[in-house]
């Protein structure tokens, strides 16, 4: 063992094995791992080891291939055998919704280029599966890539192979102690003291005690799993084959063929924590003794799947421990505010996604950024309120039992809330509001009255009507919407002008007024579509996703300047929107200021009624609007007043759902779907905005590549759909005469223009107004045009009243 490394890698799972490999294959060989037994003493020794291509988030299904198709080459590399089974594996559905959602899952897996799956009708099904019954199901989606290895093979192949690139591996030697020096970070372990510039917590059960030796609270908790292993099954003696990894969803169990026997793994609603607080050191091997009462439900279920099973004993129970986090993804990337701390942990299907979190994590710390887009695994994700106990019980109990229960685009569940209010939360509840969440923050979706409930649904759902009103009260009259759901900034010192002009791609605004601001990478693809304040005193806000707050706040920390503060103000200072052809009339009643006479972005101070406030005019509705920020305090007085100032011209409440409605019907595209950190500013013709004259900014030198190259292959379209009562959601695939040409960034229906509409990222071939497309709407082909952006008001006169 040296005393230096440039980085160190605690655990010896297939998750800090895939990491050391990787670091080391792409150059780094200066890199150990400490194990503080020996490898896969943790979870993976009693894994399934199941691998299968697909999931829901089509940025971690990219992910899953990629380790699908390094399993192979690392056993190669390695010369150890990893004992992969590749059988081809089934997704069984047992009711109408959802048979109808595996039919548009498999539309959305052509959307990202996975190709080698198709839809099943249940007499396939038995045949590729012939232990399987039938009986209840309406049909399934075969995948050619799925299976199963040896799962200690697997994690001794990565170890092996990082070995080979000059990485070292060091077992029985627990990390005691982790001090930040500036260097980067002091290990104290068994065998010695360490120094390094980074490390990776890849500790898995113990994940939490490695976050505490840094001051950090880690959001994950192990919950026990069971799986069974049965005697040997006649059946399968005679077959010839082994028989395809199967899933029953609604019977909430996995199965794969084990030897002569059958694995039957079990995802029950009844679940159940184990050492919240991090394993014990000891702890390894073990297991804990099987619970058939408490998994009896589906226990019984999976034996009527399997009649085979009835019929042999049982020749192992597993009952042992996995790591979760609140949504069920893995937590990974740079820790905030502990420079050279990553994690690499709650990656509860490791010998899926190990592959992809190892490969995105080494590109992070060697080169700045991973290749793909992994802000739905970003450790970021979460914020300081994540932390809290009761939380992660709630939240990591609530994905457990839902492993295999279907959830609803427009179904909000219940598990860690409500947390954060805006202080009008009681008076807009009693007004009808329906609430989401956003990040620890509920939000309004509409306002539907008390006792409403909207029905879970693929397609249009029972509060279609609700959000159509809203959009006719703001296109026709006047909208008010809580915006405290949007993040702030302030930015100030000596140095804020010339930070600004490096963090953003975008010309700055000069006093009292308000830009959209283009934010990049180092690779030049988009970082931010914010929005830039300058107050004229100096202080200059940011303003954007709140959901994004932490990852933001991260990206700013990683490139601050000289004399310069950036403070988060989402704790501090929340408001409302007005927007609607009458947003002037209410404003102007409560000001004797000219707040009237603001351009279009537009900003400064006001009194409006009793309230100091700060007042951009602009609006995402593509109305005349005004934002109104207040502190929190004064949120209560600030509804009540704008409501009252509005009530003689009809002044009416919407929420998000709504304001979504709006924006499409303007073609403005929204981070995470039109914008992620995957796409350049060529393809979203984000790029008018980019100031390519200013000198220095983040991006800069890649962004003159992309826009005096070739350019993009795909860029960002609109569509008009000939819908049937659903909508484009995101990720559907786009086709033209047959060739799949792009898919669909987000979609809806624009009440105003009574149409369905989505956008998405085609072809440039095929992005010409007019041509010809077709998409699918959970699962059904529907007819699509290439429109003109803005198909209301495309010239914004309205805004621009």
Known sequence: MKSHYRVVVIGGGVVGTSVLYHLAKMGWSDVCLIERSVLTAGSSWHAAGGIHALNADPNIAQLQAYTIDLLSEIEKESGQNIGLHMTGGLTMAGTPDRWEWLQSAYRTFQ???????????????????????????????????????DTTGTVHAYAGAAKKHGADVIEHNRVLELNQTLEGWEIVTEKGTINCEHVVNAAGLWAKQVGRMAGIE????????????????????????????????????????DQKGLLLGIYEVDHQHWMMDGAPWEYGFELQKEDTDRIEKELIMGFERYPDLQNVGVKTWVNGAFTFSPDGNPLVGPVPGKRGYWTACAVMAGFLQGGGVGKSLAEWIINGEP????????????????????????????????????????????????????PA????????????????????????????????????????????AECKAVRENVGLLDISGFSRFEVSGDGAEAWLNTIFATKLPKAGRSRLAVALGEDGRLKGDLTLFNWGDGTYWIMGSYYLRRWHMRWFDDHMG??????????????FSLSGPNARKVIEKLSDGPVGDLPFMGCGAFDIGMLRCKVGRMSVTGELGYEIHCRMGDHITLRKTLLEAGADVGIKEIGFNAMLSL???????????????????????????????????????????ERDGNGPAQVQVTLEIDADGADASGYE??????????????????????????????????????TDLTVHIVGVERSAKVIAPSPYDPKGKAMRA
């Open 111 to 149: 959307s990202i280029g996975i190709e080698d799956c198709r839809l099943v009708s249940v007499e396939e099904a038995v045949e590729l599966n012939p232990i399987m019954s039938g009986e209840g199901l309406l049909g399934g989606m075969w995948a050619d890539r799925e299976g199963y290895v």
């Open 218 to 257: 880690l959001p994950v908790s192990p919950l026990n799993h069971h799986y069974l292993v049965s005697d040997t099954i006649p059946k399968l003696e005679e077959l010839d084959f082994e028989v395809p990894m199967t899933v029953d969803l609604e019977g909430f169990t996995y199965m794969r063929q």
């Open 371 to 422: 290749e793909a887009d992994v802000y739905g695994m970003d450790v970021a994700r979460y914020g300081v309120f994540a932390e809290n106990k009761q939380y992660i019980k709630e939240t990591t109990g609530q994905f457990y039992s839902r492993r295999f229960i279907m959830t609803y685009p427009n179904e909000q569940l219940p598990a860690g809330r409500p947390l954060k209010m805006a």
């Open 425 to 468: 939360y009681s008076d807009m509840t009693e007004a009808g509001c329906q609430w989401g969440q956003s990040w620890d923050l509920e939000v309004p979706l509409y306002f539907g009255g008390k006792g409403f409930e909207e029905t879970p649904s693929l397609k249009r759902s029972n509060a279609f009507d609700i959000v159509a």
């Open 562 to 575: 000289a004399d310069v503060q950036v403070r988060d103000l989402g704790d501090e200072v929340c408001g």
């Open 663 to 705: 924006r499409l019907e303007k073609s403005y595209g929204i981070w995470s779907a039109e914008f992620t950190q995957g796409y350049t500013p060529a393809m979203t013709a984000m790029d008018r905005w980019i100031d390519f004259d200013k000198e220095g900014f983040v991006g800069r030198d890649a962004a003159l590549a």
């Open 733 to 770: 695939p786009i086709w033209q005469d047959g060739n799949k040409i792009g898919f669909v960034t987000s979609g809806g229906y624009g009440h105003t223009m009574g149409k369905s509409y989505a956008m998405g990222l085609v072809d440039v071939a095929s992005a010409a107004e007019g």
